[in-house]
């Protein structure tokens, strides 16, 4: 296997990936990209309520609105800014933008 393989992409092109439809890992219609998740939340929860989720690099993963929508509190990061918009419009929810002052660049986009 050639070393390009292992590449961390830059931001730059992280972006152009979201922009020309690249980024495919998000594309789930209306069930759970991680049935996974589905199959065991019963274990990941034990009857607990209000567990907080995190998701790394989330882009659109429908998971995050599916465990909110069961009262779970989530946050999920990433770096591309369309595929964080594109979560919002696609789950049809009204968001709020802040800009983070401590790190140059950032925002929180929140319900």
């Not at 696609?90 to 660049?105: C, F, M, N, R, T």
Request: proline letters at 4%; aromatic letters at 12%; hydrophobic letters at 45%.
């Amino acid at each position: 296997m050639e070393a390009q393989a292992y590449r961390v992409r830059t931001l730059g092109e992280w972006e152009q990936g979201w922009k020309e439809g690249e980024i495919v890992v998000q594309h789930c219609s209306f069930f759970l990209c991680n049935r996974m998740l589905e199959s065991y939340i019963d274990n990941v929860l034990c009857e607990r309520k209000g567990v907080r989720f995190f998701f790394p690099l989330c882009g659109k993963a429908v998971d995050m609105k599916w465990l909110a929508d069961m009262g779970h509190p989530v946050v999920g990061v990433d770096i591309a800014e369309m595929g964080i918009r594109q979560f919002f419009e696609d789950q049809k929810l009204i968001y709020s933008e802040e800009v983070v002052p401590a790190i140059p660049g950032a925002k929180v986009y929140k319900v």
